[in-house]
């Protein structure tokens, strides 16, 4: 299936939520003020939140204005370009470029970062990469338990303690382990207790210095993981992780299961942070790098 497919079929709910309205307010009328009262509506319908909606329509008025467009359907491509260029912040992919590299992976329980690390790890390993998953939650062992079966999926190697273990210390041996071995990219994994919030920036500060002490000058991403489906929610937990953590890069997860994809151009515009990967189903091959123009054509092409 293609990249452009499978967008779609992760969009499917969206989709289907909008298509009437979207369709209705497309398909052979004016841009004139109910045209561009009905649109916000439908946006903020598909979670892009008042917000990033009320600029986004503001800016197709100015460019209809300018340009001279006339008919909905020239605001149609119009539209599609300004949610686009929204979604263009930063680096559209993940900077792996010194070996190894290391990609921390934060965000509450139950988001999608164990998952999301062994389809990452899918991922690089098809590409002949070497990969090192780090159980870096140790509140659980189940939880290094699910990541060692995604390294055993993936053909990843793991780094793992006891449960309770100091998650900086499973760091320090896995970065060990990952020079001994001449790994490309540490995946670590943590866990998401947001709720004690002094804690959680306590740890995520002692893992970030034993990666600056023992790999000084490497790259580095902060990717956090957020659930899709708590849509407008996920916007202030995700405000709270960036000043928490320095965020780098964003995973948006389970958009096969909301009706709410337009989430992604909320996150990416209000946060400014690039979202790099949708995850949109539950296995290794559904996670996909994210790119900006197939994502709105899929949002707003006609059904
Ligand atoms: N439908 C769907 N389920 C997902 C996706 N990503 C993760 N999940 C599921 O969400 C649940 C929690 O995932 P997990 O990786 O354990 O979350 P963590 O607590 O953040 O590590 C699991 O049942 C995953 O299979 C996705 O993109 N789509
Ligand atoms: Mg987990």
């Keep these: ?159 793992r303690q006891h449960e309770g273990a100091d998650p900086a210390s499973v760091v320090f041996d896995g970065i060990q382990s990952a020079k001994s071995k001449g790994v490309d990219v540490i995946l670590i994994d943590t866990a998401g207790r947001l709720h004690n919030k002094q804690n959680l920036m306590n740890e995520l500060n002692k893992i970030s210095r034993i990666v600056d002490r023992e790999l000084p000058g490497c790259s580095r991403e902060t990717l956090l993981v957020l659930d899709g489906t708590t849509g407008q929610n996920g916007l202030i937990q995700a405000k709270t992780f960036k000043e928490i953590a320095g965020v780098t890069a964003i995973a948006l997860t389970k958009l096969d299961g909301t009706a709410k994809g337009g989430i992604v151009i909320a996150v990416a515009n209000e946060l400014q942070i690039p979202v790099k990967f949708i995850g949109v189903g539950e296995k290794a091959e559904d996670l996909m790098p994210f790119e900006a123009a197939p994502f709105v054509d899929a949002l707003l092409e006609e059904n």
């Design 1 to 159: 299936m293609g990249f452009f497919d499978k967008i779609k079929e992760g969009l499917a709910k969206t989709k289907k939520a909008l298509s009437n309205t979207l369709d209705a307010i497309f398909i052979g009328g004016e841009l004139d003020d109910d045209f561009y009262e009905e649109l916000t509506d439908c946006l903020i319908l598909a979670d892009l939140g008042v917000g990033t909606a009320t600029r986004a329509v503001e800016q197709l008025r100015q460019q209809a204005r300018q340009k001279r467009l006339q008919t909905t359907e020239e605001g149609r491509e119009e539209l599609k370009l300004i949610l686009a260029d929204m979604l263009a912040v930063g680096e559209p992919r993940l900077q792996l470029n010194t070996k190894p590299s290391v990609v921390l992976v934060i965000g509450v329980n139950g988001v999608g970062k164990t998952t999301t690390i062994g389809k990452i790890a899918t991922r690089l390993v098809n590409e002949g990469k070497k990969v090192l998953l780090v159980a870096g939650d140790t509140f659980r062992a189940a939880a290094a338990d699910q990541l060692e079966i995604w390294a055993e999926r993936s053909g990843a190697s793991i780094v």
